[in-house]
């Protein structure tokens, strides 16, 4: 995932700089940059919610342990 997400900052960083260059017309640069700009926040999203989960696991682990365990 966070391979993804460089990727996409990357993308955006090109878009941008496409733009500013004259490659992207203003239509085809909103349309894009919006695209990756939703992909990113889909992907922040998701690794909020894997380490939410890995944290719980953790959480749940400690409570679970026989006293004396380790």
């Known amino acids: 995932m966070i391979v993804s997400k ?3 900052d990357a993308a955006i960083s090109e878009i941008d ?6 490659k992207l017309s203003e ?14 926040k889909s992907i ?5 919610s894997v380490k939410g989960k890995g944290e719980r696991s953790k959480v749940k682990g400690e ?8």
């Open 63 to 70: 409570r679970g342990k026989v006293k004396g365990e380790r």
């Open 44 to 48: 922040m999203k998701e690794i909020k």
């Open 27 to 40: 239509e085809d640069y909103h349309e894009l940059k919006n695209r990756y700009e939703t992909e990113a």
């Open 17 to 22: 700089f496409d733009y500013r260059t004259g």
């Open 6 to 8: 460089e990727s996409i």
